[in-house]
């Protein structure tokens, strides 16, 4: 069964293009405007174990914001393309993941229902990851990941004082789960409902 997908989106913000291929090695091929997305990226393919090639340009020069929010709503979508119908899978990941003085725990649902929650003791506008990257950015690749793959994501910043661990933590913690959701265990559709 092949679990591959491909989506894009274009606006006179961004052109964003993923094909993602969730039974891969990890490889990728990621080219963004926005250094710590593209390293971010290349964390989820290596940890999550999927194959990607992500293409993304966007108007950087304004914000960052656009480009992250987009490239979240297109990886999601083609998340929720490769899964297919789902059958078989795990269907719930978690992950804790420390990163120096920060940890941090995702837990997934591939429910068929988008909803995020994002809980961090920090101050998320004005804590940096980088210079132009405030950690709230974070909050919105995931919010729009959630959004277009259909799945409940519950993150949680446990404790973490440097935006760059904090977010990097979260990151490893999201790909490690979605490893786990996405793994193939049986043979039916993991709902009640039978349908998810």
Do not use: W
Not at 26 to 34: D, K, M, N
């Amino acid at each position: 069964m092949s679990r591959m997908a491909s989506a894009s989106r274009k606006t006179k913000e961004t052109e964003v293009s993923v094909a993602i291929d969730l039974d891969g090695s990890g490889a990728s091929s990621i080219e963004t405007p926005v250094g710590f997305l593209t390293h971010m990226l290349d964390v989820i393919s290596r940890h999550g174990r999927v194959e990607m090639q992500v293409a993304a340009t966007g108007d950087v020069h304004i914000d960052y914001h656009h480009t992250v929010e987009d490239v979240g709503l297109v990886l999601g979508e083609a998340f929720r393309a490769a899964l297919g119908d789902k059958l078989g899978i795990r269907r719930f990941g978690h992950a804790y993941v420390p990163l120096d003085e920060a940890l941090a725990r995702v837990v997934v649902d591939f429910a068929g229902r988008p909803f995020l929650v994002f809980e961090a003791p920090i101050d998320k506008e004005m804590l940096l990851v980088h210079r132009d990257f405030p950690f709230a950015l974070v909050e919105e690749f995931f919010k729009s990941f959630a959004n277009t793959c259909a799945c409940n994501i519950h993150v949680d910043l446990i404790r973490g004082r440097n935006g760059h661990h904090a977010a990097e933590a979260i990151f490893k913690a999201f790909a490690i789960a979605l490893r786990e959701a996405k793994e193939v265990v049986g043979g039916g559709v993991p709902s009640t409902k039978g349908v998810l």
